[in-house]
């Protein structure tokens, strides 16, 4: 429509014209003549209304999932960080509580056997010494570790002090081939030389090639001159299997160490020596586990009815 003065006087008219109607069906209310007006026009309308709002509503719902997932995704990382400390911490507890094990162990051996002890953890494996078995502990010659120096566990003997540092110490292990450590017999004190195999393996050469000993028989360590470098009474390990060639003038035993090599943490260093040689007394306060008792069967027998 173009701009003239019919189109401006007209479009006032209109307005008036408006104007008027709604103060009329304001002024009525209930009674306004525009109600019956409303209701065709709700009715003409009503069905476009909410096809249209059927149409517009997912749109609607889309774009309220896309401004609610950032809201949903902090929530999830929220949760996923406090999940992963949890478990952080339920495994931290349960690493503290093994290594409380290891240590109430380990006390109870240094009591029985007497030995002084400086508590070490072990922070590496392999040495540069070119040792196949050796670890190396968190503490030196400024804790009072010397070269020489028994190293224990709960279980038993783990090996010997053979080089240290301010700060650390290496450690060869009692299943290293280069190891060598002697050994007394539980009860029967028959003596020995125990090296290592390697793995969970030793071999105990028995002086006496009549000795009687049999599987299960358990093994300490003899003791050194000036208990250098290994103190009398330390439990190395459990008999596996008997050599029983006749004739030799000594005997060859397989030993299983009680110590697993492949599982060390908590150590400890003998920096002062029994009083006295404990002999048997830390095998004692260490009981080997009691075989459980076969089942006993019984059989009923019924007696056959009399043929009277």
Partial sequence: MRDTRESRLLLVLLIAIAFALITVDIRKGEQSPMDSARHVAASAFGPVENGVSAAVDPVGNSIAAVRDSGVRHDRISRLEAENAKLKQRLGSDDRHRSRSRELDRLLKTAGAGGYGLKGAQVIGIGSAQGFSWTVTLDAGSRDGIARDMTVINGDGLVGRVTTVSSSTATVLLANDPDFSVGTRMEKSSELGFATGRGGDAMT???????A???KGDRIV???SRDNKPFVPGVPVGTVSKVDRTAGDLTRSVNVRPFVSFSKLDIVGVVVQPPRSDP???VLRAKKPPKPKP?????VTKTPKPDAS
């Fill in 279 to 281: 002999r048997d007394e």
């Fill in 212 to 214: 009687d000993v049999k």
């Fill in 204 to 210: 105990v050469q028995l002086l006496n090639g009549k």
């Fill in 221 to 223: 360590t003899f003791g």
């Fill in 294 to 298: 076969a089942p006993t069967v019984t």
